[in-house]
């Protein structure tokens, strides 16, 4: 596998979705993958759920089952332990942002791959994500989970809004919306209660005591009225 330049890397991550300079399209979506997650550089492992995305939407990556990155191999312990926390934070974005069933079970492979107790780790992480806490991906690392949100909406939400038709552009607004207010699982619940679908006891409870509270405040008229002379 071959180890990119600082300037190689910049225009490898701009040619998958994370542009800080000038593209060049000539490079594997692993090896994007494998330079970055051998960076320290907070802002540029910032990308990492972008590039990842985009790489999985590539022509070369339309038929990969999420089994396996070749590059696992070239990776110290300390760097595949930083590969699969960058991927559980990637899987929370993609369930935020509501990315498609289809890159969440490629991913989820490649997370049982690396990690037989991976949802375990995922628990932690989501709570720390949750919380809009700092997120450590290595012993003196750690990256600012505001910041992978604000970057994967800047790169990623945001684009696809402006190259969708208008339907899908006020859908894909509304997810983006609700995922400033709600995690992934109150969205989940919200989206239930939107079908019809029946609710478990725990679920009613979680809904009645932290998610309709929220939706009330959120459509008090006060509230509005306060937001349209703030803004």
Avoid: I
Avoid at 55 to 77: A, C, I, R, T
Avoid at 153 to 170: I, L, T
Wanted: proline letters at 3%; one cysteine or more; aromatic letters at 10%.
């Amino acid at each position: 596998m071959t180890k990119f330049s600082r300037s190689e890397l910049l225009d490898a991550l701009a040619q998958y979705g994370y542009e800080l300079h000038r593209p060049q399209p000539h490079y594997k979506g692993e090896e994007v993958l494998f330079n970055l997650v051998k960076e320290n550089d907070a802002r540029l492992l910032e990308g990492f759920p972008v590039a990842y995305k985009h790489v999985l939407d590539s022509p070369e990556y339309s038929n990969w089952d999420g089994k396996n990155l070749s590059f696992q191999k070239d990776l110290s312990d300390k760097e595949g332990a930083k590969l699969k926390c960058l991927l559980l934070v990637t899987y929370l974005l993609f369930k935020l942002y509501g990315e498609g069933n289809e890159k969440l079970k490629q991913t989820e492979a490649l997370l049982s791959k690396l990690s037989n107790d991976w949802k375990k780790s995922l628990k932690a992480v989501e709570e720390s994500f949750n919380r809009s806490e700092p997120l450590n991906v290595g012993p003196t690392l750690s990256l600012s989970t505001d910041r992978l949100k604000k970057q994967y909406r800047n790169y990623v939400v945001h684009s696809a809004m402006a190259q969708n038709e208008s339907g899908s552009k006020m859908d894909m607004e509304l997810e983006l919306l609700l995922s400033e207010f709600f995690t992934s699982k109150q969205k989940d619940l919200l989206k239930k209660r939107l079908k019809g679908s029946m609710l478990s006891k725990t679920e009613k409870e979680y809904f009645s005591r932290v998610v309709n509270k929220r939706l009330k405040a959120l459509s008090n008229d006060h509230l509005h009225d306060f937001v349209k002379s703030v803004v």
